[in-house]
């Protein structure tokens, strides 16, 4: 297949995967992830294209920096401490855990058993939002304690994808020195930026952020390492600059779902090998395990002390994961630290942390809003049905 | 007093056929009892496992827009009858939003529209079904 024939195949399943999305109310990032499983499994696509692995990579840069750039400085602050010691061990635990299982019952190579225990660690905000968005909770206390702790937990994933890969060399100063003066610099000049050449159609200040990312990925390449910890910090920078100019943010948005994370979703399903999953349904079963025991045995019982009501509902929400995982399994492949086995068992495992625990935590624990909202403006009012959950039936309520 | 001198009804609408014959059937209902009549649109499911929050902000601000305009039609129409119409839009699945949220506000009828039976509604029951199966109050489903 040449490639401009694959490019006019991935750019059907692209819009397939769009017209999916919106019928069935399903992320388009996740059908995007199967349709590339099915076609990479059925037509044998090469995922391996020059052009491909260059979107695909570029891409994961891009949705690095988005994530930066989605939180909310002030909500974070509002409760750090809560936050930063829940999104912490939401990633210690299970990355201690995968680690140590992949590494001494399955034999993986350390390396390859670090990017388990990355990959397996992750919260996915993007999911964890959806949910809160859904029951209105995105804007009570318990719902901007959970995505400042899945920001956390983000961070520590930037932070540990970027230590796993570095080999510094004689270019590491500057990698080191050069990421910081963009981190810098670009939240500064922005503005004037922003004022002198933005909301044109020719959009200089998406290009401007392009720039600075494929600089850093220049710097991370002469290091021996990766973008990720800078692109994800320098979009924590931008994060206030987007908030004074949303739809700046948007265009970014639409550039990088139009164009470039298609390509990056495709290439991670077409390197899942079905046959090597299900020939591995029992390890997969203990990934699914290294993840979801720790979280719960070390997220719970902090949950429990910060939240106490909600504690289950919120170790739930940590469990989920999504678009970090699939970066860092596929960030392993490329690399070649794990072999298309691993990356498909670590990329169903991330799918399944998606869905299972997003699933338990709408049916069963999702919190009473209107109570939260009330204990929010200080005042605990009568206990409502919990809206997320199915109301008892006439003559059973207390 | 009985207890169908109803003082409070509430009205689950979209911009369905059904859900405009549950309208007109509610603003009967109010004009010969009286009672206060409010419209509830449900938002119903965003984009489930997301991979991204612009994803999700996307979804949800169309929902908004689009319900805003429905409800602001169905105040239009009260209006033309007389009748004040309140109006609120809530996030979630629609059954449970709508019994969750007559029960929350004191509602004492509930008033929703058939819409004919799809194949999901076989196996799972329509709205209508559970909105009758689960509500506190007396409902009304309009064919």
Redesign the interface.
Known sequence: MTATELAAVLAALIVLASIA?VEL??????LELGLGVVAGNLFHLDPNTPWLAFIASFASIV?TF??GA?VDPDDFRERFGASLSIGVVSFVGPFLVAWAVTAVLLGWTLKASLIAGTALSTT????V??VL????LNSTRIGKLIMSACFVTDMCTAIALSAIFIKPNAWFPLYVVASIAIIVILPKISPRFFHRYGDRVIEPEIKLVFVAIFALMVVGELANGQAVLPAFVLGLVMSRHYQRHRQE??RL?VVA?AFL?PFF?LRGGINVSLPAVFANLGLLALLLAAKMIPKFGLVLPLARRHVPDHAAFTTLMMSTG??FGTISSLYGLNAGIIDRTQFSLLVSVVVLS??VP?AIAQRWFSPDV?GEAATDRGRLPER???????????GE?S | MSPYDFKRVLVAIDDSAGSQKALDCALSVCSATGARLTALAVE??????????????EV?REKDRYFAGVLGAARFQAGERGITLATDL????PA??I??YA??HGHDLIVVGHRGHLLGDYLLGSTADRVA????CPVIVVR
């Open positions: 999305s109310g399903v992320s388009v990032a996740l949705l988005l994530a989605e996915s905000l993007a999911v939002y959806a968005v859904e029951t209105g943010q948007e948005r779902f994370t979703f999504l678009t998606a869905i997003t209107a409502q049905p919990l809206p997320g959950s199915r109301p008892l039936p006439a309520q | 119903g499911k965003l984009p489930a496992y997301a991979g991204s929050l612009g994803e999700v902000d949800k809530v996030p979630g699945h449970e939003a019994t969750h029960k929350a199966h689960h509500a506190h």
